[in-house]
């Protein structure tokens, strides 16, 4: 079965430095996939080359079997893929709803349309959209005037209008309170399950990496160096010595849990 | 025999190349300077100064009153520093009674403020100088010339040749020796984070500021043993500063130089290689320059600005039951006004109503669009045109030329749109302001089609739209139609698609939407329509003149648009009426109408940053909440919140 997507020898370089050097993965639909790793590790480059905003020096990116190499991010949404940004990109100048509302003119070819009221187009299928974000009470605030972590929301439930199969979401909690964190991730996955859907997402808080993927990548000076369950990748030594380094807050509270 | 006599004329040829090519690179030393100013001020306070070219012509008048009265090298060398001094001067006031008011306002809001300075000055160089033509002294110890092979080269040409490179050495060494110099290099980097540093902005951008009108003024000045001092020299210079400015990179010294030598030697070389095409050469390697370096020769791509903080949008809302009566019954006392008016206010009304509808294209492109554009007027211009060969060569009537004008525009902004959407902000701006150019140049230059500043007369209305009555109704019809359209336009998904790609590109590109072509096509529509109200002014003159499509429009309609207020879905109809009918009423009362324009424009700009109509909304939205103000169904018959 050909996977959901597939990575194969990405190489990057910016004027001699060498950001990403053959990282070579799958995502399986249906799979929520963590992608780790110490800043400069090549996770956002590697992001940005998976929905077509940098071109890869060499390498394959298929979606579903298909070549996406060389296809702008419009060409790469069109097939399917959804993303977030690490630092949320809305368009301040309208509503909630009206955000939402571009993103499923687009996906139903009718950007290009110069009748109508495009205000009140598509508004059951936005408002469903807000709602499986729990975004419905403030779909009429302007976008301008949201809390950090509504917008967070916001750009998920845009990244959900063109049913994506697979979904980017880079730090997808950076900036958020933790209940916050935990609640976005839990929707997520509970939308990934259910849509079977691949998501893979970047993250520096191990809390919601180890709570809610499936497995973990770790990336490194460029390179993967390593690939499993949360389990494996938390006691890998090298892991530790590189990134999550000694007495993990998660293990700290999953044993205080276990003894209360 | 023959050979050798063509031998000779081939060698007096390159002569005289030569001998062009050394006043080419005097006229640079002034450009440079001007330019550079213009460069320093942008790099750090992101302003672009409209008013240096008023900067550059008070430098010449002052140094013109001062070299007059003080004789001597001391007297001359003297007051040309002191002259430049005495502008730094009015420059730093300005920076700081003006311009500290409006460094939050939406970006090219500066521009209009300080544009509204330049009218000023315009009228008071005038009322204090005399509108006749002034001839400086020579300058002392420099009024002689040399002799280079047999030809005569005036020595103060040398001496600005020497001073060009002079001035760009000691900008270096003041940018990088002084401790002054390195926060303004770190402020043209990131001055958010200088000023996190403890620095004293306000102070260094007044400083920047005086030194960038100094350098301005002292350009001025070092002209006036070349040339004679007029009243026109403002909007001659800071047109070709832009160009400038643009070529070599907005922020860069060196970039300014290279490019005032480049231009100047075009200028100069032009005309002896190329005379036919010699006012639009400079022109298209601007062109050229931009559409393989977006950002100038030595510049830097620009960052994304930061959205200024408190003027975050009101998301934009279809007009409510109510606004739509309000806005009918103001259209129906419109057209009720040729039953009482007369002659006269029923041709300025026609004329404010073709500005109503240029402006609107105009802001449509700006304000859903995002993009300024800095040369409308080539869009119009053409409309006008496209009317009048509709009617001198096809003998069409004027139904069939009110079609053939927008379709002129159409093709125009097409070509010119493909090249221009490629860049954004400032560079997009001057392209735009190029290709304006280039078209005026062509419709100025090639006499048997258009011809030249004769311009085409006789481009009569048809018979029942021929009295001002009729010309008037048809005029609101079309205006009322175009701006209505334009209005649905902003609402349609294409709207919205629009002021997506303007709002993030980012976001616009990720969601499937193409900036590039949802702005062509935004440019497109924008052209078109600004056509339509070329070809109506056309009919309403009876004559078309290279001046419709010259900058004076351009910036007749950023004004407008600006006024009106650029966050607003309609301001610019407020603005053109405000605008065009408050020119028209001073130029009627008043020989001071410049300078009595140019202040409102001034106070208005601080009094009201968001425009006019941005200013309304402002107060309407202050009042408390009304509890009627719930639901309201508009005409499409879908609830939804009115404006409150």
Not at chain 1, 101 to 117: E, I, K, P
Not at chain 2, 579 to 597: E, G, H, N, P, R
């Amino acid at each position: 079965m050909t996977a959901l997507l597939e990575v194969s020898g990405l190489v990057k370089s910016y004027s001699g430095v060498h950001a990403v050097k053959g990282v070579s993965f799958a995502v399986q639909a249906g799979q929520i996939l963590a992608l780790i790793g110490p800043n400069g590790a090549g996770k956002s480059t590697c992001f940005n080359m998976l929905n077509g905003q940098i071109e890869p020096d060499a390498g394959s990116i298929r979606i579903a079997g298909e070549e996406i190499v060389g296809l702008p991010p419009r060409a790469v949404w069109r097939r399917g893929v959804g993303r977030t940004f690490q630092i949320t990109a809305t368009f301040s100048s309208m509503t909630v709803r009206e955000n939402v509302q571009v993103a499923l003119l687009s996906y139903h070819s009718r950007l290009w349309s110069m009748l109508g009221y495009a205000g009140a187009s598509h508004r059951d299928e936005a408002d469903r959209l807000l709602d499986l974000v729990g975004m419905t009470q403030q779909a009429d605030r302007p976008c301008g005037e949201l809390a950090y972590g509504d917008l967070k929301r916001l750009e998920l439930a845009v990244a959900l209008a063109n049913q994506p199969k697979l979904l980017l979401m880079d730090e997808p909690t950076a900036g958020m309170a933790p209940k916050e964190r935990v609640e976005l991730m839990r929707l997520t996955a509970g939308i990934a399950r259910a849509k079977d859907i691949g998501v893979l997402f970047t993250e520096h808080d191990m809390d919601v990496v180890f709570e809610h993927a499936d497995e973990v990548m770790v990336l490194n000076r460029g390179e993967l160096i390593a690939r499993g369950t949360p389990q494996e990748v938390r006691r890998d030594p090298h892991v530790q010595a590189i990134y999550l380094g000694e007495g993990l807050l998660y293990d700290a509270k999953h044993r205080e849990e276990a003894v209360s | 025999m023959i050979v050798a006599t063509q031998t000779a004329t081939k060698g007096a040829n390159v002569e005289l190349l030569l001998v062009q090519a050394l006043s080419g690179l005097a006229s640079a030393a002034s450009l440079f300077l001007v330019a550079s100013g213009l460069s320093i001020i942008f790099g750090v306070t992101r302003i672009v100064n409209f008013a240096h070219g008023a900067f550059y012509m008070l430098g010449a008048y002052m140094a013109y009153t001062l070299t007059s009265r003080f004789a001597g090298p001391l007297g001359f060398w003297g007051g040309l520093v002191v002259a430049s001094l005495i502008v730094a001067a009015l420059g730093a006031l300005m920076e700081m009674v003006l311009l500290r008011r409006i460094y939050q306002a939406p970006e090219l809001f500066q521009l209009l403020a300080t544009f509204g300075v330049t009218l000023m000055v315009q009228d008071l160089v005038v009322l204090i100088w005399g509108p006749d033509d002034l001839m400086g002294p020579r300058a002392p110890g420099f009024t002689g010339a040399f002799e280079l092979f047999g030809r005569r080269i005036p020595s103060y040409d040398a001496l600005l040749i020497v001073l060009g490179p002079l001035v760009l050495g000691l900008l270096w060494l003041l940018f990088h020796r002084t401790r002054w110099g390195v926060l303004v290099r770190a402020a043209t980097q990131d001055r958010d984070m200088v000023a996190c540093l403890g620095v004293n902005q306000k102070w260094l951008f007044t400083s920047v500021f005086a030194l960038g009108v100094f350098l301005a003024a002292l350009g001025g000045a070092l002209q006036i043993p070349r040339t004679t001092v007029t009243h026109a020299m403002d909007l001659s210079i800071i047109v070709e500063v832009f160009v400038v400015v643009v070529i070599g990179g907005l922020g860069s010294v060196t970039g300014a130089f290279f490019a005032a030598v480049l231009v100047s030697e075009l200028n100069a070389l032009g005309i002896l290689v190329l005379p036919k095409i010699s006012l639009i050469a400079v022109f298209l390697v601007m062109a050229v320059v931009l559409v393989v370096r977006p950002f100038g020769l030595l510049g830097k791509p620009e960052r994304a600005p930061r959205a200024a903080a408190g003027l975050s949008f009101r998301p934009w809302k279809p007009m409510t039951q109510i606004e739509r009566i309000g806005v009918a019954l103001i259209v129906a006392m419109a057209a009720l006004l040729p039953l009482f008016a007369g002659d006269y206010t029923l041709s300025v009304g026609s004329e404010i109503l073709v500005f109503v509808l240029f402006a609107s294209s105009l802001h449509f492109m700006m304000t859903v669009g995002g993009l300024a554009s800095f040369g409308h007027a080539a869009y119009f211009g053409l409309g006008a045109y496209g009317a009048a060969f509709a009617v001198k060569f096809l003998g069409a009537p004027m139904g069939v030329a009110l079609l053939i004008g927008p379709l002129f525009g159409m093709l125009g902004a097409i070509v010119s749109g493909w090249f221009c959407v490629r860049l954004t902000g400032v560079y997009f701006a001057m392209l735009t302001l190029a290709f304006a150019q280039i078209i005026w140049s062509v419709t100025f230059q090639w006499v048997e089609v258009t011809g030249g500043d004769n311009g085409l007369l006789g481009i009569w209305p048809a018979r029942w739209a021929s009295s001002p009555q009729g010309f008037f109704w048809l005029t609101l019809g079309i205006a009322v139609v175009g701006v209505a359209l334009l209005r649905m336009l902003v609402f349609s998904p294409f709207g919205f698609g629009l002021r997506a790609a303007r709002d993030s590109t980012l976001r616009a590109d990720a969601i499937g939407i193409n900036r590039k072509s949802v702005q062509w096509a935004a440019f497109v529509v924008s052209g078109t329509f600004a056509g339509l109200a070329g070809a109506l002014f056309a009919f309403l003159k009876g004559s078309v003149f290279p001046d419709s499509l010259a900058i004076p429009i351009s910036v007749d309609g950023l004004v407008m648009v600006l006024l009106g207020g650029i966050e607003t879905v309609s301001g610019a109809v407020v603005g053109a009426i405000v605008y065009k009918a408050l020119a028209i009423w001073l130029m009627s009362q008043t020989d001071l109408s410049k300078l009595i324009l140019g202040a409102i424009i001034v106070l208005l700009v601080v009094a009201s940053p968001k425009g006019i109509v941005g200013f309304i909304e402002h107060i309407r939205h202050r009042r408390p909440r009304t509890p009627t103000g719930a639901d309201v169904p508009d005409s499409l018959g879908i609830n939804m919140k009115a404006a409150e």
